[in-house]
């Protein structure tokens, strides 16, 4: 099967193929999708779906998936109901007018996926032609892609017909390279669903898929930041002294880092442009896509107001951020950062992780969600996405840690877990980091320099923890010492690592034991 095959039309209506930007926002408007803000940006509202549907993704459980899939983290589907689901996507399609873009998901060309994307909405294929890579017009010549996606918001899955738990439904069929979206007009899942596939093919490959920011420093030092959303993945790697990779999703190959997308996805919500000043311009350049923004009458973006969602996100290309790279490329990076937004004020700003530890904190994708972010949500609550992405790996967690640990070793990579989540106590009776200290403590440790300070290791997680660094208060370094109560702290401290050791009771028996060794545990509390 060639991928022309893969989804071929039945008498549709018009088909527009690899339309230009500013075509596709005067159709997005014609169409009545979405409005002008003041700035020139396209604002869109995705209705129900404010963020990814994850109970609705279903992958094909086939021959090729049956023993290479981590089936404890996706749920199956027959081959006989994505069948039914093909047909009827095909009969849906019949007579719509359809937006195609043809593109790269990868800046290297020894390793870039070509994917036709078949989008029912104009404001969709904008916003996937900003967040992939654009071939040039040669490359356009002959397209033959390796992966599709069709996104139509507008079927109706039927759950007995289909085998799916809804009308909405994410449907991933790896030997047929291709997936079906319905029933949701939240723009996240065909960039997901390429990322998905791509986090399944590379491994097979020796590539390291990763979803991480990253940038490189001045000499040609590149940094990854591993983290999932909310934590300051895209904040933190838009660093004016430093060239932007990518914001998102990144592989890592024997030649170094790459970019596997042309854009950024930022969360807008709360942002100013004094604490993240490109990114505030690029959401509000002619252009940008801003995903369930609030806007006021007068049509400029409020985004305090988390009317519509906490997830209010915006989409631009990276060229509207003046230090990106356009070829997204970059050599073996010399510093792994893992980010974590810790609302029980446990942990401390930054800390030097060992490799073991590094496979420990990977595996475990620790992070804290707050009320307020997902519906329903009282307090707060701790997160464990394996990988910093569990629902975007396919493969057993081993697979991708193995890879890490391996490729740390072979290039000597530092690595460093940093809170961006809150000192002085937990949520509700502490703050949040402030930002410009976690801007310090980065900047020493990409340049090298805070690995040359002196360190203490800290009594429950072991890693190393420094215990001054210029430039920043000494006591906001070790987290006991700015709470209050101390033995409010230890109390949470103790809840914490129960947490953090039942979590990773499912990976025991598929690491080391230097990396089990890694776990936190409960001694002595640090002075």
């Not at 029912?120 to 017009?137: K, N």
């Not at 050599?331 to 800390?351: E, K, Q, Y």
């Not at 703050?431 to 020493?444: C, G, K």
């Amino acid at each position: 099967m060639t991928g022309t095959d893969v989804f071929p039309l039945r008498n549709p209506g018009k088909i527009y193929r690899n339309t230009g930007s500013v075509e596709l926002i005067e159709l997005a408007l014609q169409r009545g999708e979405g409005r002008l803000t003041a700035d020139g940006a396209l604002a869109v509202e995705t209705g129900h779906h404010t963020g990814r549907s994850a109970a609705d993704k279903f992958t094909v459980r086939d021959d090729r998936t049956e023993d290479t899939l981590w089936w404890d983290n996706n749920a199956a589907l027959s081959p006989e109901h994505f069948d039914a689901l093909y047909e009827d996507f095909l009969a849906h399609a019949e007579g719509r007018d359809l937006f195609v873009q043809e593109l790269h998901a990868g800046a290297d060309p020894a390793h870039r996926l070509t994917a036709r994307i078949y989008t029912e909405l104009a404001w969709h294929a904008l916003f996937i032609r900003y967040l992939l890579r654009r071939p040039d017009a040669a490359a356009l010549e002959g397209f033959e892609p390796e992966f599709t996606v069709v996104n139509l918001p507008s079927f109706r899955a039927d759950p007995e017909r289909h085998g799916v738990r809804s009308e909405t439904v994410i449907a991933c069929n790896f030997s047929r390279r291709l997936v079906l979206i319905g029933g949701t007009s939240y723009a996240g899942e065909t960039k997901k669903s390429v990322f998905s596939y791509l986090n399944y093919l590379l491994p097979e490959k020796g590539i390291m898929p990763m979803h991480c920011s990253a940038n490189q420093g001045p000499d040609g030092d590149s940094a990854v930041f591993f983290g999932l959303s909310g934590t300051g993945k895209t904040t933190l790697s838009a660093d004016p002294q430093r060239t932007l990779l990518g914001d998102d999703e990144h592989g890592w190959s024997e030649s170094g880092i790459f970019n596997f997308e042309g854009g950024c996805y930022a969360k807008t919500i709360r942002l100013s442009r004094e604490a993240e000043p490109q990114i505030y311009d690029a959401v509000s350049s002619f252009g940008a896509v801003l995903e369930n923004v609030v806007l006021r009458e007068d049509r400029t973006p409020d985004f305090d107001d988390g009317a519509l969602t906490e997830n209010a996100r915006g989409a631009y290309p990276l060229s509207f951020i003046p230090n990106a790279s356009a070829g997204g490329r970059s050599g073996h990076p010399r510093n792994i950062v893992m980010l974590t937004a810790d609302a029980f004020g446990v942990l401390p700003p930054i800390a030097r992780l060992s490799p073991s530890q590094a496979m420990y904190h990977f595996l475990s994708g620790y992070t804290a969600k707050v009320a307020g972010t997902e519906k329903g949500l009282q307090g707060v609550e701790a997160t464990f996405s394996t990988c910093f992405g569990a629902p975007f790996m396919p493969r057993h967690p081993s697979v991708y840690g193995n890879l890490l640990r391996d490729l740390i070793a072979e290039h000597g990579v530092d690595c460093w877990l940093v809170n961006t989540g809150w000192t002085g106590g937990g949520y509700g009776v502490g703050h949040r980091m402030p930002i410009n200290v976690t801007r310090t403590l980065l900047n020493a440790a990409l340049s090298g320099r805070l690995a040359g300070f002196e360190m203490r290791v800290d009594p429950i997680f072991g890693f190393e923890v420094p215990k001054a660094v210029d430039g920043t208060e000494d006591t906001i370094l070790n987290p006991r010492g700015t709470w209050a109560d101390t033995a409010a702290y230890d109390a949470q401290a103790a809840k914490l690592v129960e947490m953090f050791v039942h979590n990773f009771e499912k990976f025991e028996t598929h690491v080391d034991q230097d990396v089990r060794a890694a776990a936190p545990a409960l001694r002595q509390a640090a002075e």
